[in-house]
């Protein structure tokens, strides 16, 4: 049995029943449609928002519940993965592109852009990666030149989570000549200019559709910058330790149903005339998982709390991303080869499941990044040591 949980209330336990009755109930039978079409449906969307399950946070003058406890949002996706699929990016669009609007935006812009957030008729995606910068978002070429009563937008995304469906793009441009100088601005895909480009083919999650984008002197009204036009690059710092968390709780989610995937089929595949769970070296491996999982559950639980708080330091969320998305790796591996050839047939799950946990180590900065920055932390820093 997994570790309890002390950090979840009973209020967040009857949340969660409700959640898993209705995916289990209505979306569980639509993932191979989703994986075939490369995409959510907009109704399934819509069914999160009629549900009152998108952007939790937002105040009742915005349509929402006013909920601000990450826990949710932690109980909403463990049983999104568990029921659905990983790649169903509900969650990119609540408290990845969201935090941006509630915390920087304005009253007004608030108002404009909210309630069809909360709703699930605007789908919302973040535009910051472009082809020739990867993590190194302050060499951004896209451009946002000031003209008075707007700015005009030029320049390309990459890798755009919801690129496709997405109707609402937060997006970061330069605004100056100064490394780093970068302003966030609110486009929508109805402007002059916007465009969309490939919907990327990937190696996993096909549910979640990735897009190149495109702004060729997009007119942005200046009401729709947020916050201050050379504060952007401060601002994605400010949002990273909450994203960093929900990618974490994504992929430590992933590592549970992979383990509980894995843990059905050897104890009914048999081998040599016994089933395969009862070979010393499946039970070690799995023990052994079983024990890192549950001591990473509880790890990541403080740092939900700590999140919660606002207290949450961008070196834990960095470890927190770090562990898990790693952890995942090693889970997803070892089910498959335990699954041994079936497990590298369609068919099943823990097929789907090792290509869809590859890209966890990459996104919401790379393993690599997680390191220098819990690196940077212990003052081990190049600055700090020369």
């Not at 590298?344 to 946990?357: G, L, P, Q, T, V």
Request: glycine share 10%; proline share 3%.
């Amino acid at each position: 049995m997994p570790f309890p949980r002390l950090h979840l209330d009973p209020e967040h336990e009857m949340f969660r029943d409700q959640v898993r009755r209705y995916l289990k109930d209505n979306m569980a039978d639509k993932v191979a449609k989703w994986r075939d079409q490369a995409h959510v449906d907009r109704e399934d969307f819509k069914a999160f928002g009629d549900n009152g399950w998108l952007c939790l946070w937002a105040e009742e003058e915005y349509g929402g519940p006013g909920i601000r406890d990450i826990r949710y949002d932690q109980v909403l996706q463990e049983e999104t993965i568990r029921w659905t699929d990983i790649g169903f990016f509900h969650n990119a669009h609540s408290m990845l592109v969201g935090p941006y609007l509630d915390r920087f935006a304005t009253p007004e812009q608030k108002k404009r852009f909210l309630p069809g957030a909360v709703s699930g008729d605007t789908i919302m995606a973040i535009a910051m990666t472009e082809p020739d910068t990867g993590s190194d978002l302050a060499a951004i070429r896209t451009r946002a030149e000031d003209k008075g009563d707007h700015y005009l937008l030029n320049g390309s995304k990459t890798y755009i989570s919801n690129g496709i469906i997405g109707d609402l793009f937060v997006v970061a441009a330069k605004t100056g000549e100064k490394r780093g100088q970068i302003g966030l601005f609110v486009v929508t895909a109805d402007m002059a200019g916007f465009s969309r480009g490939r919907h990327l083919k990937k190696m996993g999650l096909p549910v979640q559709d990735t897009a190149e984008i495109r702004f060729d002197d997009v007119k942005v009204p200046k009401d729709n910058l947020l916050g201050d036009p050379g504060m952007g690059f401060a601002y994605m710092a400010e949002c990273l330790a909450v994203e960093r968390t929900m990618s974490a709780i994504s992929s430590l989610s992933h590592a549970q149903a992979a383990f509980d995937v894995t843990l059905d089929f050897i104890k009914e595949r048999r081998a040599f005339g016994k089933p395969v769970g009862a070979f010393q070296n499946t039970r070690f491996v799995m023990a052994d998982l079983r024990a890192r999982l549950d001591a990473t559950q509880a790890y990541l639980d403080q740092c939900v709390m700590l999140a919660n708080e606002d207290k949450l330091t961008p070196e834990d969320a960095a470890a927190a991303k770090l562990i898990c998305s790693e952890l995942q790796g090693e889970v997803v591996d070892a089910g498959l080869q335990f699954h041994g050839g079936a497990g590298y047939m369609d068919e099943y799950e823990i097929s789907h499941m090792f290509r869809d946990a590859r890209i966890a180590r990459i996104y919401a900065g790379t393993s690599e990044i997680m390191k220098e920055i819990i690196g940077r932390g212990i003052g081990l820093g190049e600055r700090e040591l020369t």
